[in-house]
């Protein structure tokens, strides 16, 4: 069996989610066992797990698990059929869309939020004492089920955190205590499990506690740390065959000189404190691996690229330039600072110059509100808002529309783990513009047949290799045929293989 390991499947993912959901589906379509395993109690996992395209069985959550809820189909839990409200003496008053409050003899006693997206749903039922003060929280899976229970201090202040079995019995209980001012979660207690208590002083040690009781259930597995955050963890598993974990991005700031750049501090665990208790480092790229290597002579660090194009995208041609949007150009990832999208709108400045009906559309989730506040603010100022589309976060079905209707794909990232995003797009028949940084588009662009490689912060240049795309058919017909040739050489079949030669 394999596990692969991360905090959580969220709302809006980052390219470390969408790789390690992908080589999820990937081994199991080739009959690999394999999980994508949690620790965070996400209420929302069924709903999130759906919009990355993984199914029930392709998933495994520390909570799920211990509360036997793995496998719960999904059933509607309209507000008003609640069996915990007595109608005949409560009454419910709708406020909107979004809640309804729950009166008592003249008093509102409570409120029931609606789940996102949805109409009428219990999302939480959130009950007050006779002062108006919160004292317990009823959270409501995704899939319509009673899943914590959370009680609070009189000064408002999460107390206990209880969740619950289908039966409403609680399984697993969470204590916070004041520290310097701030409440933290001081104690969990798994009860009554296999006849006993255990209690742990952290989220983490539960997860170590879970993660070695899933390789006594599966022998010889092999387990992919997928987050920093967890190497620690997982290092500390006794019974994996194999413990590897895979790095999702550059190790270093200094993306210029990786060999000797001071390593972020978050990838010391796995490359310095702990590296002797994992079979191995894996990495997207041989250039990194040759610049690990260089710089740990003694480490195995193998190349395995997380990613596949399905089958069904390589056995059809990419829609016709003629049916696509003309001058629509996209930048497809997290809106932050070691991406740059301000630099994507500074050049495009320079391609409206030129082509004033040319529109940059960005898809994905900005790290913050200032930053998408920065953004709009800047192509207000270069004077081309009414080019720029600050496009919502989109599930992959969404964002395959997106890929066809483009003309090109930007990327101006200080730095990358692979560019993921660059091979959807090929696979779309996109060609890519992007600056020639460690690690990826080098990789994944063939400089001037299928897309072009520009010198990082070459604002001017990288315009112009867009205008040549946007302006020349012809040319851009070459490069998007290209384009798709290349993305077969990330075939289902030929990532598979990469991956039984590699671990």
Do not use: C
């Amino acid at each position: 069996m394999y596990f692969f390991v991360s905090e959580n499947i969220f709302t809006f993912n980052s390219g470390t989610e969408h790789a390690q959901a992908k080589r999820t589906k990937l081994f199991n379509a080739f009959g690999y066992g394999a999980l994508y395993v949690t620790r965070n109690y996400n209420r929302f996992l069924e709903r999130d797990r759906q919009a990355i395209g993984l199914t029930a069985s392709d998933v495994l959550n520390m909570y799920d698990f211990y509360q036997e809820t793995t496998d719960v189909e999904r059933q509607d839990q309209p507000l008003r059929t609640l069996d915990s409200l007595p109608l005949d003496e409560y009454h419910l008053i709708s406020k909107g869309a979004n809640y309804s409050t729950i009166n008592h003899a003249g008093r509102e006693i409570g409120r029931i939020d609606v789940l996102p997206g949805t109409v009428g749903l219990v999302n939480m039922v959130t009950w007050y004492d006779r002062f108006g003060n919160t004292t317990v929280r009823e959270n409501y899976d995704w899939r319509g089920f009673k899943s914590s229970v959370e009680y609070f201090n009189p000064d408002g202040s999460l107390a206990v955190q209880k969740f619950l079995n289908l039966q409403g019995v609680p399984v697993l209980e969470v204590s916070y205590m004041a520290i310097q001012g701030q409440m933290y979660p001081t104690t969990y207690t798994l009860l009554r499990h296999q006849g006993a208590d255990y209690r742990f002083n952290s989220e983490d040690e539960l997860f170590r506690f879970f993660l070695n009781e899933l390789t006594l259930l599966s022998p010889n597995s092999t387990l992919i740390s997928d987050r920093r955050s967890l190497d620690g963890v997982v290092a500390d598993i006794k019974n994996a065959a194999d413990k590897w974990a895979y790095l999702h991005d550059i190790h270093t700031a200094q993306a210029k000189n990786p060999v000797k750049g001071k390593l972020f501090d978050v990838y010391k665990m796995v490359l310095l404190e702990r590296n002797a208790e994992f079979t191995g480092i894996l990495v997207a790229t041989p250039e990194q691996q040759r610049d690990l290597q260089s710089r740990f002579p003694n480490m195995n660090v193998q190349v395995a690229p997380d990613t596949y194009v399905a089958p069904e995208l390589l056995a059809q041609e990419p829609k016709p330039l003629a049916e696509r949007t003309a001058g629509r150009v996209i930048f497809v990832g997290r809106l932050s600072a070691e991406k740059r999208p301000d630099q994507a709108i500074r050049a495009f400045a320079k391609v409206v110059a030129a082509m004033p009906k040319a529109t940059l559309e960005f898809r994905g989730y900005p790290a913050n509100q200032a930053m998408l506040t920065d953004l709009q603010g800047l192509a207000q100022r270069e004077g081309i808002a009414d080019n720029v589309i600050f496009g919502d976060y989109v599930a992959a079905d969404e964002l395959a529309t997106i890929y066809s209707n483009a003309r090109v794909i930007v990327n101006t990232s200080r730095s990358e783990g692979f560019g993921l995003t660059l091979v959807e797009a090929q696979a779309y028949g996109l060609p890519s513009v992007a600056y020639d940084v460690n690690y990826g588009p080098a990789d994944i662009i063939q400089d001037g047949k299928n897309g072009y490689l520009v010198k990082p912060d070459a604002t001017k240049d990288l315009a112009d290799k867009i205008l040549l795309l946007l302006s020349d058919d012809n040319l851009w017909l070459d490069m998007s045929r290209a384009a798709w040739q290349h993305a077969k050489i990330y075939s289902n079949e030929n990532m598979i293989k990469v991956w039984e030669n590699t671990i």
